[in-house]
């Protein structure tokens, strides 16, 4: 883990924060762990070898860094739980992960569009929270920025290859779009946890993160020739536990092993 | 040399420099069947490790724990890597991957039949790591130093990987054998299943094997199918005991004036029926892989005129 920045105060996050902060490295650890595992289901069946590769690391870094969050949330809670019970014994309505994550692979068009619009949240939060007062996130966040830019890169990337390649691209990209687009919101709607630490300056003003994504989202339509999505009525319950009915599928697959055998060492 | 070259044929010449361990690099003339046989193996090992992902991709979304996750992914990821060095390797000797993907598609060519076995248990995991690629790695470490320069290089950078991966699978048994008899049943049972179909990797007996004494000849294969089994029993036996594990053939036993173990009779009914296509997994695995390849065609074709519009606007703005 890389070492804070310098002028990062040591501790400047309240004491009452501390209680914010919990549910909200846990949101973040779900999120990436969630988005990893859907990633991970790719291996093996990527349309192209090189791309294969691409998704498979793209899941290795998200898994790590959603291991970083757990390993913190579990010293904040400090109740012994470990970054493993975290996520496998925990049900879908305790998960806070934001439903776009959770939302199946669908086609490889499917799966780039849901990558794109979680990348350019997550690389512009990643870029603020480096520079935050908690130290521990801003650790995480400093490694894992360099892993997002590289995200957002080959996601922006084949959203305009897709728009701007064939003509059967483009019509799965728009179908993604009309499937997809309505889950984008719900990143940058602050939830009453994420609100409580914006007013104490741990987490930025989403407002101003979405100045920075749209304004990514405005020249990537445009090189991918595709018109800007009419913004759409936004889907919001993920981060505070009320999800789609696929997340329960996915935890069933990912828990299977620590609920048929609870409490042994793998 | 400028003598030799007058008397000897190009196959004299050839295989004089096999025989002085030179090796052979793409733009060497080489004997046709040479060419051939490179082909068709270095293809089969990149098919491999293609076909190879699907068993232990099966169980990445349901690894017990977040770090085995992370390096069951890892592991599965590294070998679409070595799937990408070896089919680039075998483009050296010019043929394309399209060909070689279209070969493995219609069953024209083959892969390991090891990957025609299902994994039911998280054990299968530890199995295919500390058997499956240990017994890879006793074909593969010879393969660097095989007469080929590209396979040869591309093998190095493999191996590295796969003693590594060999190592994880060990860890996975031995934690599974020092935790609950559960565990440990798991371990025997996935063991039980596995251990005949790795011996099987190393090939038909010596007696029929037709293409060895050409590879060996050839230096492109250095041991026969024979020795490297025995090599691999005589690895295996003393850790499994270390793990608390009974090999499945109760014909183990050391020979002291062999010293190595002498074994049972593999099935070889077995063997040819999955080298046909009749193992359990043989029809989902190649399924498998044309799935993806079809499913992909809509990608590919979007990134190749993507790419072809790019440069039509690049040259127009120059």
């Known amino acids: 883990m890389s070492a804070p920045l310098p002028e990062t105060p040591a501790t400047s996050v309240p004491a009452a924060a501390s209680n914010q902060l919990f549910p909200f490295v846990l949101q973040l650890a779900d999120t990436s762990l969630i988005l990893a ?29 959603a291991r970083s969050y757990y390993q913190y949330a579990a010293e904040l809670e400090g109740q012994g739980r470990t970054e493993d019970d ?98 984008g919101g719900e990143l940058t709607t602050p939830t009453a ?41 936004a889907q919001l319950g993920g981060k505070t536990g009320r999800h789609t009915e696929h997340l329960g599928y996915l935890l069933s697959e990912l828990q299977y092993m620590q609920r048929t055998y609870p409490g042994l060492t793998w | 040399m400028e003598t030799l070259e007058k008397v000897l044929t190009p196959e004299e010449q ?63 990821q590294d070998e679409a890597g070595h799937g990408l060095y070896l089919y680039s390797a075998a483009e050296t000797l010019g043929t394309t991957r399209d060909q070689m ?49 590209p396979y040869a290089r591309a093998m190095v950078r493999v191996c590295k990987e796969e003693s590594f991966h060999q190592r994880q699978g060990f860890e996975v048994m031995q934690t599974l054998c020092e935790g609950a008899p559960v565990q440990k049943e798991m371990a025997q049972e996935a063991l039980n299943r596995w251990w005949w179909p790795t011996l099987m990797m190393f090939g038909p007996k010596d007696a029929d094997s037709p293409n060895t004494a050409q590879s060996m000849n050839w230096r492109i294969k250095r041991f026969t199918n024979d020795e490297l089994r025995q090599k691999f029993v005589d690895m295996m036996v003393p850790q499994a005991e270390f793990l608390g594990l009974t090999v499945p053939d109760p014909a183990v036993k050391w020979n002291e004036e062999r010293q190595a173990y002498d074994f049972g009779e593999v099935n070889w009914d077995e063997f040819w029926a999955v080298v046909k296509g009749n193992g359990l997994c043989n029809h989902e695995r190649l399924q498998a892989r044309v799935q993806a390849h079809e499913d992909g065609a809509w990608v590919r074709e979007a990134a190749n005129a993507h790419a072809a519009k790019r440069a039509a606007r690049e040259a127009v703005a120059a």
């Open chain 2, 14 to 76: 050839f295989q004089a420099r096999i025989d002085a361990d030179v090796r052979i690099e793409p733009k060497d003339w080489m004997p046709d069947a040479y060419r051939k046989t490179l082909i068709r193996q270095i293809s089969q090992h990149a098919h491999s490790e293609l076909v190879g992902m699907l068993p232990e991709g099966n169980w990445i979304t349901r690894a017990p724990s977040l770090k085995r996750k992370s390096i069951l992914l890892a592991k599965v």
């Open chain 1, 193 to 233: 946890t994420e609100t409580a630490l914006q007013e104490i300056g741990v987490l930025p003003d989403y407002a101003a993160l979405l100045a920075e994504m749209q304004a990514h989202t405005a020249h990537v339509f445009a090189e991918a020739t595709v018109p800007l999505p009419a913004p759409a009525f």
């Open chain 2, 101 to 149: 993907l279209a070969d493995l598609h219609s069953g024209k060519a083959k892969y390991s039949s090891i990957f025609n076995y299902p994994t039911l248990s998280w054990a299968d995991m530890g199995c295919v790591g500390w058997l499956v690629d240990g017994a890879a790695i006793l074909n593969q470490v010879p393969l660097c130093r095989t007469s080929y320069g």
């Open chain 1, 37 to 65: 595992h859907r990633l991970s289901e790719w291996c093996g069946h990527g349309p192209v070898l090189e791309q294969d590769l691409a998704l498979a690391n793209i899941a290795l870094d998200l898994l790590g860094e």
């Open chain 1, 86 to 183: 975290l996520a496998y014994l925990r049900s879908a309505v305790e998960y806070r992960n934001p439903l776009l994550v959770e939302q199946p692979n669908g086609d490889f068009a499917h799966t780039i569009l849901r990558q794109f619009l979680f990348d350019n949240f997550h690389y512009h939060l990643l870029r603020k929270l480096k520079d935050g007062p908690d130290t521990q996130l801003a650790a995480i966040a400093e490694k894992s920025v360099k892993e997002a830019a590289y995200h957002l890169k080959w996601s922006s990337e084949w959203v305009i290859r897709l728009g701007d390649g064939t003509d059967e691209s483009r019509k799965r990209l728009d179908k993604a779009i009309a499937t997809l687009w309505r889950f």
